[in-house]
């Protein structure tokens, strides 16, 4: 038994070591397809045909079926009965609902994150930032937006958790399909580079506490802003 044991705690420091995850294939055109519509590739209104998909993802039809049937509960899709799979058109209580989570996860990875106070770890933070104000410098404000993305997912990465990084790219998914409603791109995002900024300079720092509660006054901007937004969009509240 004890014999037993021993090959057991092995095989245990081995994975750890290694950390390597068998992602089922279902979950792998999930994450394809969650990335496709994050960096805006795929748009509000799309529609996802299983046989095309399987064929570009080379996979069988019941696994895209079950990736598709996973990303409308995370209402990134949405089934039309008789007419098939879109992507989602987000409303304002997903936006509601979305940055609930984004307040909970994104502070808390900088709070409690096990890499958030390293700041050779914060680096990534510091090189989204740079890239969006790249973009920013040569008028690419989709270029902008698609930093932004990067940059809270790096915020999500100091965490050092793959389950939280996951959840991430799901909300980011989702924010991608909030930000395609808004009328101007720049007018919403202009702001919050410079405050990108400031964040990353605050963990470059080692300020982690001070990064994070400026990071929930962001998140909390930007959520009324666009609610504010939405509003005032063509079927809106406001209408």
Do not use: C
Request: hydrophobic letters at 45%.
């Amino acid at each position: 038994m004890t014999d037993a044991n021993s090959a057991v705690q092995d095989a245990l420091a081995s994975l750890a070591a290694s950390r390597t995850v068998v992602v089922p294939a279902a979950e792998r055109v999930a994450d394809r397809i969650r990335v496709e519509v994050a960096e805006a590739r795929l748009r509000v209104g799309a529609r996802l045909p299983e046989q095309a998909l399987g064929a570009a993802l080379e996979v069988s039809r019941n696994t895209v079926r079950e990736a598709l049937s996973q990303l409308v509960a995370e209402r990134v899709l949405v089934r039309v009965p008789n007419r098939g799979v879109f992507v989602a058109r987000p409303e304002a209580d997903d936006i509601r609902d979305v940055y609930s989570a984004r307040l909970v996860i994104e502070p808390g990875a900088l709070r409690y994150g096990s890499r958030a106070g390293d700041p050779a770890l914060s680096s990534a933070v510091q090189d989204a930032y740079l890239e969006g104000r790249a973009a920013a410098e040569s008028g690419d404000w989709t270029g902008v937006a698609a930093a932004n993305q990067h940059f809270h997912r790096e915020i999500v990465a100091l965490a050092g958790s793959p389950r939280l990084e996951r959840e991430m790219g799901r909300l980011l998914a989702e924010m991608r399909l909030v930000f395609q409603r808004m009328p101007e791109v720049r007018e919403f995002h202009e702001p919050y580079l410079a405050r990108n900024g400031e964040i990353a300079t605050m963990l470059t720092e080692g300020q982690v506490e001070k990064a994070a509660d400026e990071l929930a006054r962001y998140l909390v901007t930007a959520r009324d802003q666009l609610l504010d937004a939405y509003s005032r969009l063509p079927g809106g509240p406001g209408h």
